[in-house]
């Protein structure tokens, strides 16, 4: 399932290293030169990303495979903007905290976009874009945060396998199993970029 629906997928997912400024969240924060950081670099840290059609998100057959394939049962839909956002400010605040969740966090963006910055084995921050037709899974346990861009706008499908649980838990919480087991799986395991720099 992870390698369908990829086509383009590009043109809606992009990812970089991010700078250490600490100016607004809602820039784009590349380094200077720019470093960009593929799709598959992506998949090495357990992030799984789809391209669909966002126009009928709706009646999309794609989206039901992917739902019925990977048991994402519950679906509900997110619009995050000053005007929608009961908070805004303070919860735009809240979801930029560094965080990490115990199930995963599945979103699919219909409209608008945002930026997911994850932490890699480094502990450096990746920001990834997410623009409509873009479709993320984060795994349990890594740590992440979000925040819009500057067009201050998505609408996203968040996903979830049962009832939703959408308990942050700032970081330090490295005791917790989910943490433990995505570095098992995904820190302490060399990865293709790994190896390549050791040869």
């Not at 400024?21 to 960009?36: A, I």
């Not at 349990?140 to 996903?159: C, V």
């Not at 959408?166 to 820190?187: C, G, K, M, Q, S």
Request: glycine residues 4%.
């Amino acid at each position: 399932m992870e390698n369908e629906f990829q086509e383009g997928k590009e043109e809606v997912i992009q990812a970089w290293f991010m700078d250490d400024s600490e100016e607004d969240q809602r820039l784009p924060h590349h380094r200077e030169p720019k470093q960009f950081v593929s799709i598959d670099r992506l998949a090495e840290l357990g992030i799984i990303s789809w391209r669909l059609n966002a126009n009928d998100y709706e009646n999309d057959e794609a989206l039901k495979k992917i739902r019925e394939a990977r048991g994402y049962n519950y679906m509900d839909i997110c619009d995050i903007c000053p005007e929608k956002l009961p908070n805004y400010e303070a919860k735009i605040k809240s979801f930029f905290e560094e965080h990490l969740h115990t199930d995963e966090e599945i979103r699919y963006c219909v409209a608008g976009s945002g930026y997911f910055d994850v932490r890699d084995e480094k502990d450096q921050w990746i920001r990834i874009a997410v623009k409509k037709g873009g479709m993320i899974v984060l795994p349990a346990g890594i740590y992440h945060r979000f925040t819009l861009d500057t067009d201050n706008y998505i609408k996203a499908l968040r996903l979830f396998v049962g009832e939703p649980v959408w308990t942050p838990y700032n970081r330090p919480h490295d005791h917790l199993p989910a943490r433990r087991e995505y570095v098992d799986a995904f820190i302490k395991k060399p990865t293709v970029s790994q190896a390549v720099e050791a040869l």
